[in-house]
C-alpha cells in the first residue's frame, strides 16, 4: 500500500505559510517603528523643534511603509483582499501594544495614531499587493519611482497654517454678569464628560489673573499640573478679552505638536437679557497630514471651550 505524502505537504504549506504571514506582521511593524524613530531622532539633532518637521514625510507614510514591506513577505501566500484587511487589524494591535510597551505613548496618543495607522498599513499592503505579483506586468517600473516622487512632493508643498476654531453659546444672564466670570472663573467641580478627557487629555479647571487691564499676566490651570501662561492684549469690558499665549505648555499627551498663539471671548448683548458667549482658540499645527490630526485637534480645542464657556453660563446664571 503507498504512503500519503499530500498530508505532510499540506502541513508544510501550512507552515510556510504561517511563518510567512508572521515574519510580516512583525516585519511590517519594525520597518513602521524603525522608520519613524529614525526620522524623530533625526529632526530632534536639528535646532528648531518644529521646522524640519515640514520637511519630512507624514506620520502616516511611515505605516504604509511597514504595510509594504509586510505585502513583500505575503507575495507567495495569494491573499485575497479580506485577509488584507484582517491582517492589517493585526498589525495595527501589535503595533499600537508595541508602542504602549516600548515606547511609552500615552493613551490619548495611542487613539488618535490607531485609525490613520490602520488606513496607511492598509494602503501599504494593498499598494504591495499589485507590486510584488508573480506576473511581470510592469507596474515595477512606474510604481516605486511616482510612490518617491509622491512622498517627495508632498514634503514641498507643506507650509504652517494658524487654524482657528470656534463656538458660541447662548447665556441667560446680561454681559454684566457674564463678564466678570469671564475675566477669572472659580475650579470647575464637575468631572469631564468628554471620553478623550478621561484617557487622559488635560482638561481645563480655573482661571486666574494678575488683573483686568492689558498687559496683565493671566493663567489658565488644567488638570495633571499643565498651566498655560497668558497676558492680555485685548480689553473691552463687557465685550471682549484677547490673550497671547506667553509660554508654551508641555504634557506628553497633548502638546508638542503644535503651538497656541492666542484666546479669545466675545460677549455680544441681545438685548434681551441674554448673552451670547463665542469663544475663539488659534493655534498652529506642526505634524502632517495636517487634515486627519486636525480633526482631533479641533474636536479638543471645541470640547475644552465647551467646558470653560457651560462653567462660566452656570456661574453667571446662578448670580444675583
Known amino acids: 500500500m503507498m504512503n500519503r505524502v499530500p498530508p505532510v505537504i499540506g502541513a508544510q504549506s501550512a507552515r510556510f505559510r504561517l511563518i510567512r504571514l508572521w ?3 512583525l516585519i511590517g511593524d519594525l520597518a513602521t517603528a524603525g522608520l519613524f524613530l529614525a526620522i524623530k ?6 535646532d528648531g523643534p518644529t521646522g524640519p518637521l515640514l520637511s519630512v514625510p507624514s506620520f502616516l507614510l511611515f505605516p504604509a511603509f511597514g ?8 507575495r507567495r501566500l495569494n491573499l485575497t483582499i479580506p485577509d488584507c484587511l484582517i491582517h492589517s487589524v493585526s498589525m495595527t494591535a501589535i503595533g499600537i501594544g508595541g508602542a504602549a510597551m516600548f515606547l511609552g505613548e500615552g493613551a490619548v496618543c495611542l487613539v488618535i495614531a490607531t485609525p490613520g495607522l490602520y488606513v496607511m498599513l492598509l494602503v501599504g499592503i494593498l499598494f504591495g499587493r499589485l507590486l510584488f505579483m508573480p506576473q511581470d506586468n510592469g507596474l515595477r517600473l512606474v510604481m516605486l519611482p511616482l510612490l518617491a516622487f509622491l512622498a517627495h512632493a508632498e514634503t ?3 507650509s504652517d497654517e494658524q487654524e482657528a476654531v470656534t463656538d458660541e453659546i447662548l447665556i441667560h444672564a446680561p454681559p454684566a454678569r457674564v463678564w466678570p466670570h469671564v475675566l477669572t472663573f472659580p475650579r470647575i467641580q464637575e468631572p469631564p ?6 484617557l487622559g487629555l488635560p482638561c481645563p479647571m480655573e482661571t486666574t489673573n494678575s488683573g483686568n487691564h492689558v498687559g496683565a499676566s493671566r493663567q489658565c490651570v488644567f488638570s495633571d499640573g499643565v498651566v498655560i501662561q497668558e497676558h492680555i492684549s485685548e ?3 463687557q465685550e471682549r478679552l484677547t490673550f497671547e499665549v506667553s509660554e508654551q505648555p508641555t504634557h506628553p499627551e497633548s502638546y508638542g505638536h503644535v503651538t497656541l498663539h492666542r484666546g479669545q471671548f466675545d460677549l455680544r448683548d441681545n438685548h434681551d437679557g441674554t448673552t451670547t ?17 486636525n480633526l482631533w485637534t479641533e474636536d479638543m480645542t471645541r470640547q475644552v471651550h465647551l467646558r470653560v464657556m457651560h462653567h462660566i453660563q452656570r456661574l453667571a446664571e446662578s448670580s444675583p
Request: net charge positive; no cysteine.
Open 23 to 25: 515574519s510580516g506582521i
Open 41 to 46: 531622532q533625526w529632526v530632534a539633532s536639528i
Open 67 to 74: 504595510g509594504l514591506m509586510a505585502s513583500w513577505f505575503w
Open 156 to 158: 514641498q508643498l507643506r
Open 193 to 198: 464628560d468628554y471620553w478623550i478627557f478621561r
Open 235 to 237: 480689553f473691552i469690558p
Open 277 to 293: 458667549l463665542i469663544g475663539t482658540s488659534w493655534y498652529t499645527l506642526h505634524v502632517r497630514p495636517l487634515w486627519y490630526f
